[in-house]
């Protein structure tokens, strides 16, 4: 029988833009970087006011992190994960160029 997985990872909705819904019903779907790598423009918990007249939005969510874990039941931290995926680079070129099993034979030994 296998033991529970150590970690949990789930996410915080309506913090940065999901393209999730639209990629899974159009696997071919290219999604480009956004601006501000995609943290939407929103309020938080943390916002005085002087916090919206002078920190930018990065400050802001910057501090609602550090507040989240300021906060959290025990057990639970808030970590901010950007996973992204690279462009096309030299292998995926090559490897189209010559083909899969010559790419193998050649490029990877």
């Known amino acids: 029988m296998a033991s529970p997985p150590y970690f949990k990872f789930t996410t915080v909705p309506n913090v940065f833009a999901s393209f999730a819904a639209e ?14 790598l995609g943290l939407l423009e929103r309020t938080y918990d943390t916002d005085g006011e002087e ?15 550090e507040w ?16 992204t995926r690279h462009g096309l680079g030299f292998h995926n070129v090559q490897n189209q160029k010559v083909g899969t099993v010559e790419w193998d034979v050649s490029y990877l030994h």
């Not at 989240?68 to 996973?83: F, I, P, Q, S």
Request: aromatic share 12%; proline share 4%.
């Open 23 to 36: 990629c899974a019903a159009n696997p071919t779907l290219k999604v480009s970087t956004q601006p501000s």
């Open 51 to 65: 916090d919206m007249k002078g920190k930018t939005q990065w400050e802001r969510f910057a501090r609602w992190v």
């Open 68 to 83: 989240l874990n300021e906060n959290a039941e025990e057990g639970t931290c808030y970590k901010v994960l950007y996973l």
